[in-house]
């Protein structure tokens, strides 16, 4: 082998291992120097003291290069250009606020800083062009200071960014948050911020796994540290499928989903049944058997078709019933269900108020919701009197026509006797044709009147029941994991 050659070669691997020999040996000092300096930055930016602050924050940030020590650093130039109307002060903010977003430009806090940057930067202009003092009010080495714009002052006081770091050894571990349901966090080495109380759950193959509560503050630096002792006895499984966020059941259903699709643990050696599952999909089922030290890879494919959210409310729903296609979807409102893909019927009833019914659309990935305003029915006591009213035309008309038959039939038995035959001007012959005429009238009458009463029965009388239609988007967000990258959805309500 050409010597040129080997002597490369042997400088780039000596150089590859005294830089990891570095690191490794300056990671912890530096983290602790890092510490050191802002929680003392930290108390002279209460104190006031913003010059000491800055300084302190840069020295944080030249131990540990976190975006958020660049953040604090233009938020001690920030109070003292705003203590002093010192433009000089005002331009050191913009400077870092600019690095702190080129350094992290996934900050969450991106649109507050750029305003932030462009109230300064026109305050600084309005600095430089403010007229001098007037005769005695000031000297050369002690201007007067110019009262901040309304726009700086809206502001407010700049509050110092705290910091939560979770590292491993070794690196590269997986992070979750409170629950492993929720899916993978982060990787070690990680930092951000976070509030309140979090249990912290560690996890690498073939080490054990982790698990600390800590308690964040939002303005001081909080360091997670922890060795990762190996663990030889246990396999290592990953759980990927087709559909992002797919629950997952390990052994038992009955304790509940272990976590979100895609998902990688260790688990102890020995055959293990595995489910997978999403909302519109059928199930998978897959039994391995997991041996220790070896990667065992689970990949679900669900078929089925895709769902979205049908979500009814409006007042008085509780006593409500949902139908969807004819069938109860929610015996009583507010309802939230799942619905598949495609067109629907749904129908909303209510013991003494109008059904609606509506033809929707249901898309994947969306939120239809209907705000159900249900109209009373109306009273039907004008049916009530119009049967009462056709019953007594009736009855009558039975009347009138029984007596003029009874006159009939005297006159006809009288006739067929002959002895002596009924005179012609018997007022029998004239009462009987108006009994008849009546009789006719009566049922004509009581005819009508019916007629009017299944009118009055059927008809729709008052307002309708209306809804109101709203169509939202289930957010996406990305996701990252092992054999896996996409979209993951989640959902607010």
């Known amino acids: 082998m050409n010597v040129r050659v080997v002597n490369v070669v042997l400088g780039a691997l000596l150089a590859v291992l005294v830089s990891v020999g570095v690191v490794a040996a300056q990671s912890p000092d530096a983290l602790k120097k890092a510490q050191t300096a802002f929680d003392q930055a930290q108390l002279d930016y209460l104190q006031g003291k913003y010059d000491e602050a800055a300084a302190g924050f840069q020295a944080a940030y030249d131990a540990r290069p976190f975006p958020q020590f660049l953040y604090n650093i233009g938020a001690a130039h920030h109070m003292m250009g705003k203590a002093t109307s010192e433009a000089t002060a005002y331009a050191a903010a913009v400077e870092y606020y600019r690095k702190y977003l080129a350094a992290d430009p996934q900050a969450s806090d991106r649109a507050k800083v750029e305003k932030a940057i462009g109230v300064l930067e026109a305050e600084i202009t309005r600095i430089k062009n403010a007229p001098p003092p007037a005769p005695g009010g000031g000297s050369a080495t002690t201007p007067v200071p110019v009262t901040p714009s309304t726009e700086v002052q809206n502001l407010g006081d700049v509050k110092v960014r705290g910091l939560v770091v979770i590292e491993s050894e070794p690196q590269n571990a997986s992070i979750y948050l409170d629950d492993r349901k929720k899916g993978e966090f982060a990787k070690t080495p990680w930092s951000g911020t976070l509030e309140g109380e979090h249990r912290v759950i560690i996890e690498k193959r073939g080490h054990m796994v982790l698990e600390k509560t800590i308690a964040a503050d939002p303005s001081k630096l909080f360091v997670l540290s922890v060795v990762m002792a190996q663990q030889s006895d246990r396999g290592w499984v990953e759980i990927t499928s087709n559909v992002p966020g797919a629950e997952i059941f390990i052994d038992d259903k009955s304790v509940g989903s272990v976590g979100r699709t895609p998902l990688s643990q260790n688990i102890k050696p020995g055959k293990h049944t595995f489910w997978i599952s999403a909302e519109g999909y059928d199930e998978y089922k897959e039994e391995v058997d997991v041996v220790a030290g070896e990667t065992h890879a689970v990949k679900a494919n669900l078929r089925g078709n895709p769902v979205g959210k049908l979500e009814v409310r409006g007042l008085g729903i509780e006593d409500s019933t949902i139908y969807v296609d004819g069938k109860v979807l929610c015996e009583r409102g507010p309802c939230l269900r799942s619905v598949p893909e495609?067109?629907?019927?749904?129908?909303?009833?209510?013991?003494?108020?109008?059904?609606?019914?509506?033809?929707?659309?249901?898309?994947?990935?969306?939120?239809?919701?209907?705000?159900?305003?249900?109209?009373?029915?109306?009273?039907?006591?004008?049916?009530?009197?119009?049967?009462?009213?056709?019953?007594?035309?009736?009855?009558?008309?039975?009347?009138?026509?029984?007596q003029s038959q009874k006159y009939k039939d005297e006159?006809?038995?009288?006739?067929?006797a002959g002895d002596p035959p009924p005179d012609n001007n018997d007022d029998r012959f004239w009462k009987g044709k108006a009994f008849a005429i009546g009789a006719d009238a009566a049922f004509v009458l009581a005819g009508v009147t019916a007629l009017t009463a299944v009118y009055y029965t059927f008809r729709d009388k008052g307002a309708s029941s209306t809804a109101l239609i709203d169509v939202s988007a289930m957010s996406l967000q990305p996701q990252i994991g092992i054999g896996y990258a996409g979209l993951g959805m989640e959902v607010k309500w």
């Not at 994947?364 to 159900?372: E, G, I, N, S, Y």
């Not at 009213?389 to 026509?401: K, Q, R, S």
């Not at 006159?411 to 067929?416: K, Q």
């Open 342 to 402: 495609g067109d629907h019927t749904v129908t909303v009833s209510r013991d003494g108020y109008k059904s609606y019914s509506r033809r929707i659309t249901i898309q994947a990935k969306t939120t239809v919701t209907v705000k159900v305003t249900l109209a009373p029915k109306p009273s039907r006591s004008d049916a009530v009197v119009a049967y009462i009213l056709a019953a007594g035309f009736g009855a009558g008309g039975v009347y009138l026509g029984m």
């Open 411 to 416: 006159l006809t038995d009288e006739i067929a």
